[in-house]
């Protein structure tokens, strides 16, 4: 598939990897080998769910490795001819340690150089980090080659998003608010007796569907939706829909997920199922009120650790600190991409560095868990914002409130 | 009679048998190179084996020593696994499976050529030959 620089949704694929190749240069790297499922939809401009590599030489087109059954798809569906995207298999000279380690020697000059690997560690498990028997395998196979950790190079590069990604960010954003609109229709009025969390994940995946999402990406269970003391789990920001019923007097968590060209849509919104209490209705607006605040204070400039340290305190004031997970944000980028903020520059490897300072242009999904175990009761918000100088900019239009229904 | 395998006579008659068996429409009009390379024939030399199609005419086939044409597939692997296959003892797709063959090319390609290779090695099989 191809767009053109007219398309909202243009991104510039071939200036990606032109800007990776020039890093390379500049560390002096002949081959850079992606394995990152974020690297392959930031370099590709396609879903490649199967195991999956890229290859960069340091001049011209990279070549995509894939699981054989889903390589013409993948070249169909990406900015790559069907010669830039080959297919593994279990075959003698077409598995996929010597199909990429041959086709990296025919790029090297007599078959020695530095290559560029993707090594570390994260919470997210499709991440896609070369594993270790990979790396032995590679290593074996190109002996007159180094291997050095490079993922940084991709890292830096997609920090920023640019136009044509924000765009497809805000589209994703328009289909989840479609999804949170046939919820709402098929459970007001009574309509969620009978339901089950699962029942209800199906109607936000229709309704995103017919608005044009690709799949319910999230890889916590696709929409998220909890209901009753499943709301309330301590420090609970997971919760794949389960076959529980939908109950009067409880809360109802529904948190959905659309994908639209590689663009991820996540926006969370709550209810309370009447009759609802005083109680229910105090750690409602407790969570209304730090989420307006906190949206209120994303801006470009400000650090994780600066923005969750004013959030906690305002939640201290109000009385409502102990139910707060003192978190308020997770990475977000093309498909794959959705872990750690910004570098792996922090205290901690590879987790999200707490005085990173963002940058305009810089997408995050705005994320807070509210959890009171105790009263069964809990509520998140999740919406990818941008930053801009002096503000941020919510992606999810779908209002703020807590309906009682 | 029989021909000697990959002898220069193996080749005059399987080139003739490609050219009558196998027309254009039987090859998918397919244009397409493919380089077999043996190892360790009887004589104890490396061989090649070289098929050129376009648009599913035969156009090129070649029997030698040395360094073959370029192509877009090739296959290696030992005489007598080629050999098996020749007299339908062996799939080729077994031999693949099995790493009696190594592949070099495409693969996506490949799958769409796997049923023509089929043909092709069927033709051959069909030549009275001696290994």
Known sequence: ?405 | MAFQYLSQQWRDEAEKRLKTELPPERMNYVTSSMNNLYKNCPDGKDRFLYFKFEDGNFAEMLVGEGEPPKAEFVISGNYDVFAKITRGEMGAQRALMTMKLKLKGNMVKALKLASLADRLNKVLAGIPTEY
Not at chain 1, 87 to 94: C, D, E, H, I
């Open chain 1, 1 to 405: 598939m191809t767009s053109t620089s007219q398309d909202p949704y243009f991104i510039d694929f071939p200036q990606r990897i032109k800007s990776i190749q020039s890093e390379m240069q500049n560390q002096n790297i002949n081959v850079y080998l992606g394995s990152r499922l974020r690297t392959l939809s930031w370099t590709t401009d396609a879903f490649c769910p199967w195991r999956s590599f890229i290859v960069i030489p340091v001049e011209g087109l990279p070549t995509v490795f894939s699981f054989v059954i889903d390589a013409a798809r993948i070249a169909d569906d990406s900015w790559l001819d069907e010669d830039h995207v080959m297919g593994f298999a279990p075959m003698g000279g077409q598995d996929q340690i010597e199909q990429i380690s041959d086709f990296i020697k025919d790029n090297l000059n007599g078959g020695k150089g530095r290559i560029g690997i993707e090594s570390g560690m994260s919470n997210y498990l499709p991440e896609g980090w070369l594993t270790h028997y990979e790396y032995e395998q590679f290593k074996a196979a190109l002996s007159d080659c180094e291997l050095i950790n490079a993922h940084t190079i991709v890292d830096r590069l997609s920090l920023i998003k640019d136009e044509g990604t924000i765009n497809r960010f805000k589209e994703a954003s328009r289909i989840v608010d479609e999804g949170h609109k046939a919820v709402y229709a098929a459970i007001k009025n009574g309509g969620w007796k009978g339901m089950t969390e699962t029942e209800i994940a199906g109607i936000a995946a229709l309704g995103m569907r017919r608005a044009g999402s690709e799949w319910e990406w999230s890889f916590t269970g696709g929409n998220e939706i909890a209901s009753g003391y499943r709301t309330g789990l301590a420090g609970g920001a997971c919760t794949p829909a389960s076959r529980r019923e939908i109950q009067a007097g409880e809360p109802l968590m529904v948190d959905i997920h659309a994908m639209f060209k590689l663009a991820l849509g996540d926006h969370s919104h709550n209810y309370l199922i009447a009759p609802a209490t005083d109680r229910q209705w105090w750690h409602a607006q407790n969570f209304m009120a730090i989420v307006n605040k906190t949206l209120e204070t994303y801006r470009a400039g400000i650090t994780p650790s600066a923005l969750a340290e004013q959030m906690m305190n305002f939640a201290e004031e109000k009385g409502f600190a102990d139910y707060m997970v003192p978190g308020f944000e997770h990475g977000i980028g093309m498909m794959g991409d959705e872990w750690r903020i910004g570098l792996n520059d922090g205290p901690f490897p590879y987790w999200t560095n707490p005085d990173h300072a963002y940058q305009e242009n810089e997408v995050i999904i705005c994320a807070m868990q509210y959890a009171c175990p105790e009263d069964s009761i809990g509520f998140r918000y999740e919406n990818p914002i941008v930053f801009h100088k002096d503000h941020c900019e919510a992606l999810s239009k779908y209002p703020l409130e807590i309906k009682e229904i």
